[in-house]
């Protein structure tokens, strides 16, 4: 089975740190993606990559940036952290023919 | 931008009734997926309808796709307690980034069945 799996489940941190999230997936999937869940809005892509040390932005990429050093790991860091970033944070990976993504469990980030 | 949208936003059956639930999406797609979300959990692929297709069935899952009205419905049959989640529709547009498709989900249906 195809495991994504997201660092951390809950998270708390202060208006203007920089965070870390981290997403790796087991399956060598050459298309990993960044979104957020917000109640009202449903899911919005911030970042997505199609191949390592590439990065392409999304829908809202404003306040967020990427990095993608290894095929399996694909980072979403805010640079500085406000409380409008406060939300569900979903990492997928897809094969590069695929169709259908695959999700980790999600990290709920609080922004405080 | 927002393309497919779910009605209802919410529903509550009675177990071993059936779930109807609706997507609209606004332009051209190859395809549209349907998900569901445990509360507080990533989502889990259901099934997916190609563009060229009508109707697909997956044990209890049964989706129709009519392109014309650029809408789809998601038919859960003999509900079960289990089935208690938030369902999303996905649009892959059909001009859609090389390399990485580009899905655009719906706000989602909450659906909660009761015993």
């Known amino acids: 089975d195809v495991k994504v799996t997201q660092s951390s489940r809950y998270l708390v941190k202060r208006t203007g740190e920089k965070v870390f999230l981290e997403c790796v997936q087991d399956m060598d999937h050459e298309n990993m993606f960044w979104y957020r869940q917000d109640p009202g809005l449903g899911l919005r892509l911030i970042y997505f990559?199609?191949?390592?040390?590439?990065?392409e932005k999304g829908d809202i990429p404003e306040g967020y940036s990427v990095s993608r050093e290894k095929k399996e790991r694909f980072s979403l860091i805010l640079e500085s952290a406000s409380t409008n970033q406060t939300s569900m944070y979903l990492c997928?990976?897809?094969?590069?023919?695929?169709?259908?993504?695959?999700f980790g469990s999600g990290t709920q980030l609080s922004v405080l | 931008s927002q393309q497919g949208e779910e009605d209802p936003q919410a529903l509550s059956i009675q177990e071993g009734e059936n779930a109807t639930m609706n997507c609209s999406y606004k332009t051209s797609i190859n395809n549209l997926q349907w998900y569901r979300q445990n509360s507080g959990r990533g989502l889990v692929h259901l099934i997916l309808?190609?563009?060229?297709?009508r109707e697909k069935h997956s044990g209890r899952l049964r989706v129709t796709l009519d392109t014309s009205k650029k809408s789809s419905s998601l038919l859960i049959t003999a509900s079960r307690a289990a089935d208690t989640a938030s369902y999303f529709c996905a649009t892959e547009p059909s001009k859609g980034i090389q390399g990485a498709q580009k899905l655009v989900f719906g706000q989602g249906t909450r659906l909660t069945i009761n015993p």
């Open positions: 997928a990976s897809s094969e590069p023919t695929g169709e259908k993504l695959f």
């Open positions: 309808i190609r563009s060229n297709e």
């Open positions: 990559s199609y191949d390592v040390k590439m990065k």
